[in-house]
């Protein structure tokens, strides 16, 4: 299966993403946009893993007080030159110190951490999704004009929460993309 850990965003920002996605769907409608239920930040990708039960074993030692975040400004990966990630931005000092926690508490399972922490939320991508192209790769023209529209708009403001909580996902690929289950739900204190 399939597993990554990543944060869920309230409802309120998830609608507020959604009506400012809405106003981008007809305007650049070669974008592959993320369908918002899918809309999470991603702490740590695990990629294929045979059985959960150990890591949802060590992701229970992970014991860190919730914290506040905001979501607000967008941008792409790389950059806006070579878009191919438009996302959403976090806000939130303690949120690198959760990631931190919770790949430290993977590593005896035999998961790397990751070597930088980008806390984002994919709103839209392109090609693989990867951060690079594979060569001869280039982004589609929609993509470019995006870059140019979200350089010459005023940064979007989305909202505030309280982290609360943090997940175990399974992603299950399908035609239509993937579709995203929880498997278990991890409290952070207070």
């Known amino acids: 299966m399939r597993l990554f850990v990543a944060l869920d965003i309230d409802?309120?920002?998830?609608?507020?993403?959604?009506?400012?996605?809405?106003?981008?769907?007809?305007?650049?409608?070669?974008?592959?946009?993320?369908?918002?239920?899918?809309?999470?930040?991603t702490l740590q990708f695990l990629g294929e893993?045979?059985?959960?039960?150990?890591?949802?074993?060590?992701?229970?030692?992970?014991?860190?007080?919730?914290?506040?975040?905001?979501?607000?400004?967008v941008g792409f990966f790389p950059?806006?030159?070579?878009?191919?990630?438009?996302?959403?931005?976090?806000?939130a000092p303690p949120l690198a110190a959760l990631a931190r926690s919770v790949g430290q508490s993977l590593e005896a399972l035999g998961f790397a951490q990751e070597s930088e922490f980008?806390?984002?939320?994919?709103l839209a991508r392109h090609?693989?999704?990867r951060p690079r192209p594979v060569r001869?790769?280039?982004?589609?023209?929609?993509f470019?004009?995006?870059?140019?529209?979200?350089?010459s708009s005023p940064a979007p403001e989305f909202g505030t929460m309280t982290a609360r909580e943090f997940f175990l996902y399974e992603s299950r690929l399908s035609s239509s993309g993937a579709l995203y289950c929880k498997l278990e739900g991890f409290e952070l204190a207070g």
């Open 11 to 41: 409802e309120a920002i998830q609608q507020r993403l959604d009506d400012y996605v809405r106003t981008l769907l007809p305007r650049f409608p070669g974008v592959r946009f993320v369908r918002s239920s899918n809309y999470h930040i």
């Open 49 to 73: 893993v045979p059985k959960a039960e150990a890591v949802r074993e060590h992701l229970r030692q992970v014991h860190l007080p919730a914290f506040e975040l905001s979501v607000c400004g």
């Open 79 to 91: 950059d806006a030159r070579a878009p191919r990630i438009f996302w959403a931005g976090i806000e």
């Open 118 to 122: 980008h806390p984002h939320l994919t």
């Open 127 to 129: 090609g693989s999704g």
């Open 136 to 142: 001869g790769e280039r982004p589609p023209d929609a």
């Open 144 to 151: 470019a004009q995006l870059a140019r529209h979200v350089a």
